[in-house]
């Protein structure tokens, strides 16, 4: 049973602002016309931030974000400032896109690299050249790559996914996820999963924002990355439902999905993970994910030794009573 590779001590720590949003200042009765100018050069700085940060659509659930963006309507340099979209070919439905109610495969990354001496579990470093080599085994036997989402849209709602969809995880938060992940998946037009500990993962808040600006999904990964099952109720609600409300806040996105820390998990945690609001939640039971099991999707993780050769074989092998062992 692998559990995560924790820290990197040579990186900087990550994340470091969380931003304060303001309300304007109509609490106040006596308005004076200082206070009135201070507040409206505010909602406008917080509705440049918001338009610059926000990515299409997916801010529904934000109503503080959504105040502050009417609220400074009149600014036309705000409108101005919003970038053009970096979105990946599949963030939205193709035109081959179908129906699709069938079993997906999940794929489960850690590190892209070579282990660092004496790394604790080297076997979760994936070498960068065969990352590379995979994603382009997977494009050459026509898999595309997906979010989990859009495979919930098509499972639960009606929506569509390509021929042979797959999504492509990715555990924790490690630098080269941003650095090498990020740039691979948008030569072939995918976007990733995201599993991010909501603290201490080696990711800034931007490569996180440019990352979902791509199309990725951010999902939650708890806050401190414990084992969920020895956890009393008080605690465990803080890391299931408090990661995605950290989550929600810093990156304005739903953060509808969950992925348990080093797959541990029983009926209470999954209850949790429930009344937290999520939609699903990934383990590490090797197999192909499927829509009757929301809060135990399986996952094929792929190790330093996996190799193309081992991917195309729990591919082939399916429903995943592949002989790996179990993640
Ligand atoms: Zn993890």
Known sequence: MASDWEEDEGLPEKRPDQRQRRRGPSRS?????????????????????????????E????????????????????????PESHEVTNATPQAD??????????????VLGAPPEGAPYPELYVGRTDFEKQMDWLEEHGYEAVTLEQVQEAWYHGGKLPPKPIVLSFDDGYRPQYTFALPTLRKHGW????????????????????????????????????????LGPAELEEEVAGSRKILQKEFKVPVNNFCYPAGQFNETVIEAVEAAGY?????EIPGFAEKNAPYELARLEILRETHVAGLAAD?????????????
């Open 29 to 57: 009765q006596v308005v004076r016309r200082r206070v009135v100018a201070i507040a409206s050069i505010v909602v406008v700085a917080i509705a440049v931030v918001v338009v610059l940060t926000s990515t299409d659509g």
């Open 59 to 82: 801010s529904d659930h934000e109503t503080g974000a959504k105040a502050s963006h009417k609220a400074a309507k009149g600014g036309e340099e705000a409108a101005k400032a919003k």
């Open 97 to 110: 896109w179908k129906p699709y109610t069938g079993p997906v495969p999940i794929l489960e990354y850690h």
């Open 191 to 230: 976007a990733g999963l995201l599993n991010l500990k909501a603290e201490g993962s080696e990711l800034y808040e931007s490569n996180v924002k440019a990352m979902i600006a791509a199309g990725w999904e951010l999902a939650a990964h708890t806050i401190h990355h414990l084992d969920l099952t020895e």
């Open 279 to 283: 939609t699903g939640a990934t383990t």
């Open 315 to 327: 591919l082939k092998n399916g429903e995943g009573e592949t002989a790996k062992g179990g993640g």
